[in-house]
């Protein structure tokens, strides 16, 4: 069965405070990890796709990078309007499903 | 285009009661899916479609039921609403390269 965790549950960041978020998952012939941004009651909007181990992937203040275990998604020098919540999911052999991790809330402080 | 829309975006049920949420896309994509959202828990795959007239269950199907008569629609059947059926309830469509879109969502209350 594919897991996905994200840690922390909860980020609070000062405006240019660069951090990086973490998902480890394990799964059964990795077909894509995705990275996506969802806003308080809206849905998840799509960021990046990581293929294969050793791979980035950059969009603005953002850049996701992928190893054998885990994606980190790291934001260089925060702005407010990156507070969102984060989440990454995996899509594994069969195809058909994606799964989920629980998501990591940022919040960046002006 | 409008992307994924999703109906109705609130919605309030009397435990037993059944409802159809709707969901439509103008993308002509072939995969569609219905996820919930708890918190804690993430997004959870309630079923799935690969194309008209197939459809398939995902991680927690248990108590809705999905159909898809034409490439655009997806709707999903609640057939007698439970309290733990109170989610927020998300419909998304993929493209070929596998990208999700998402609609706005339907927040479901069980009473």
């Known amino acids: 069965e594919d897991q996905v965790t994200q840690s922390p549950e909860a980020l609070r960041l000062q405006e240019g405070e660069s951090s990086s978020l973490n998902c480890s998952y394990t799964v059964s012939g990795l077909r894509g990890l995705f990275w996506y941004r969802q806003d308080p009651g809206k849905g998840p909007e799509f960021l990046f796709t990581l293929y294969s181990a050793g791979e980035e992937k950059e969009k603005e203040r953002l850049k996701a990078t992928l190893t054998k275990k885990e994606s980190f998604l790291h934001i260089t020098a925060p702005k407010p309007e990156d507070s969102a919540t984060y989440l990454c999911?995996?899509?594994?052999?069969?195809?058909?499903?994606?799964?989920f991790g629980g998501g990591t809330r940022v919040l960046v402080k002006p | 285009n409008a992307g994924v829309t999703q109906t109705p975006k609130f919605q309030v049920l009397k435990t037993g009661q059944s409802m159809t949420l709707q969901c439509a896309q103008d993308?002509?994509?072939?995969?569609m899916s219905w996820y919930r959202q708890d918190p804690g828990m993430g997004l959870r795959l309630i079923h799935y479609?690969?194309?008209?007239?197939?459809?398939d269950q995902g991680e927690v199907p248990n108590g809705y039921n999905v159909s898809r008569s034409t490439t655009e629609d997806f709707p999903l059947r609640l057939l007698s609403a439970a309290p733990s059926q109170t989610s927020v309830y998300f419909c998304?469509?993929?493209?070929?390269?596998?990208?999700?879109?998402f609609g706005s969502g339907t927040q479901l209350s069980v009473l």
């Open positions: 998304a469509s993929r493209d070929r390269g596998e990208k999700l879109f």
């Open positions: 999911a995996v899509q594994g052999a069969a195809g058909n499903k994606l799964t």
């Open positions: 479609s690969v194309g008209a007239g197939i459809t």
């Open positions: 993308m002509n994509h072939e995969y």
